[in-house]
């Protein structure tokens, strides 16, 4: 993924308001980030623990959605990412859903998907950060981020309708 600026970040958005795009809290060490190492970026709100964010880019174009992750009940033993298929344990993954956009967001729809919980997809796919155990699979890193990509694609044409 090619490094982001705040501007660019902010109005890639479709599922919220210009002003929510506005007001939401992007990352301020954006120069810091593994871009190389991307395939899209997500990060968590750290003044509210129920926000998160991610921007993507499934064609021509960034596509920027607002998520909520949905609070943790009962005890987890392992669960795994729908996008990268990394297993956790605990917390890992959290249920996140996005408002759809346009009028069907309006009425109140929305999508959701379990996805890691610090949204670092791409970075367990490349074994850059440790989940504690990923499934032993045969297919190349190149194949595994090209299902990943096809997964998070789907569920962004979900939200966009």
């Not at 705040?6 to 599922?15: D, G, K, P, Q, Y």
């Not at 509210?48 to 920027?64: I, S």
């Not at 610090?118 to 190349?140: F, P």
């Amino acid at each position: 993924m090619l490094p982001l600026t705040e501007s660019v970040i902010r109005a890639s958005f479709v599922n919220c308001t210009k002003g929510e795009a506005k007001r939401l809290a992007v990352p301020r060490d954006l120069d810091e980030r593994p871009w190389a190492d991307l395939d899209f970026f997500g990060w968590r709100d750290p003044g509210a623990d129920e926000r998160a964010y991610l921007v993507a880019e499934p064609g021509p174009g960034l596509l920027g959605v607002a998520l909520r992750v949905a609070p943790q009940t009962g005890r987890v033993r392992r669960s795994m990412c729908s996008l990268c298929l990394t297993t956790h344990t605990g917390d890992g993954v959290s249920l996140m859903t996005a408002r759809k956009a346009g009028r069907d967001g309006r009425q109140g729809n929305s999508v959701g998907a379990y996805i890691c919980a610090d949204l670092a997809c791409s970075l367990y796919l490349r074994g850059k950060k440790d989940a504690g155990r990923r499934l032993d699979e045969t297919i190349t890193l190149a194949e595994k981020i090209d299902r990943t990509t096809v997964s998070l694609a789907a569920l962004l044409a979900r939200v966009v309708g």
